[in-house]
């Protein structure tokens, strides 16, 4: 029998307990569709709590929408977005964020997911020449998608380098919470502050059932969005139910909480494969993922009792994640079943 919880990715997690109640609680009654209901005025208000009066925020279906959006809106078909060759837009969005800005990305080939200003400095060409794409956005991932960390210099850094340009930045915040948590951050301190145009804030990854929003921090950036959503099919008509999930995530720093839980859980299983001869750790764990080499004939075994994700074939490498409901019996039982299958070879 397969246990209960795996470490495939923090998607594959359930609802919070607290987030199911907030849904409940708003299913009573009929209110106005499509966002004119006072769930998401709520919601609305208590994303500026956290990220500044002046920040328009907008709910949307899923974290790939929330990107692209995050990307049309601040673009023109001539321009290009810098992002690491690992990004989710490049690698997980099925070319979704090239089709609907009609822009290019530029990836960067990075050694642990984070760019660098000296990395963008030697993208950043051809500008004013007609027969080459206008770098306009420089997108980061936080927490990127080896699990590592942003320092906030380096965010800030990047963002002087854009703003100086004329460009923006962009944030994939799918994993904002664990990021920010493990910095010790406020979000406000972990996006605005550092220079941060726009976020792509991701609530699914972090203990709600479903949708991520679009925050802005200059409000004329947000001029058209309502067009841009509607017309990119990320329009919600029962807004509420989406709403209610990130206002209660936002609440009483239940996102802070859960992340905080899901980072320990990740070093917790991080110390627990580093007494396991023959599984190396491949990448420093600073948020909620775990990236491992292991015998590449363990890893079907391990498969066949805990679905995860081999990041790396070539490599023999993995992806470990933990979640909001991860325990510390579950990362136990992972780690003894991984010794006794790495110890059978």
């Not at 907030?22 to 569709?33: F, K, P, R, S, Y």
């Not at 001539?78 to 997980?92: F, G, L, Q």
């Amino acid at each position: 029998m397969k246990p209960l919880r795996s470490f495939a990715s923090d998607n594959n997690a359930g609802v919070h307990p607290e987030i199911l109640k907030a849904i409940a609680l708003v299913n009573e009654g009929h209110v106005v569709g499509y966002g004119a209901d006072p769930y998401t005025a709520l919601m609305v208000n208590t994303f500026r709590e956290h990220f500044g009066a002046e920040a328009e925020i907008f709910p949307v279906f899923n974290g790939t929408g929330a990107n692209c959006l995050c990307l049309q809106a601040l673009t023109k078909s001539y321009h290009a977005v810098i992002c690491a060759a690992s990004a989710h837009i490049y690698t997980d969005e099925c070319g979704a964020p090239e089709k609907f800005t009609g822009c290019k990305l530029i990836p960067l080939q990075t050694s642990d997911g984070k760019l660098t200003v000296e990395m963008v400095r030697h993208a950043y060409h051809g500008i004013g020449d007609e027969h080459h794409v206008q770098p306009k956005i420089i997108s980061i991932t936080q927490a990127t998608e080896m699990g590592t960390i942003y320092q906030p210099g380096e965010i800030r850094a990047l963002a002087h380098f854009a703003h100086e340009r004329d460009m923006y930045v962009h944030l994939d915040g799918a994993r904002i919470a664990n990021a920010a948590a493990a910095l010790g951050q406020t979000l406000r301190q972990a996006t605005r502050d550092l220079g941060v145009d726009v976020l792509s804030f991701g609530g699914t990854k972090n203990g709600i059932m479903g949708g991520e929003a679009v925050v802005f921090f200059q409000p004329q950036m947000a001029a058209d969005f309502l067009f841009l959503r509607k017309q990119s099919m990320q329009l919600a008509s029962k807004m509420r139910f989406i709403s209610a999930q990130l206002a209660t995530l936002l609440t009483n720093d239940l996102w802070l909480a859960n992340a905080q839980h899901s980072n320990r859980m990740a070093q917790l299983l991080e110390s627990e494969l580093r007494r396991i001869p023959g599984v190396k750790i491949h990448y420093h764990v600073e948020a909620n993922g775990v990236f491992a080499n292991i015998p590449r004939e363990a890893i079907a075994r391990i498969q066949d009792r805990y679905f995860f994700y081999v990041w790396n074939e070539e490599e023999s490498l993995v992806r470990w994640m933990c979640s909001f409901d991860t325990t510390e019996e579950d990362v136990r039982e992972f780690a003894r079943f991984v010794t006794d299958v790495v110890g059978e070879r």
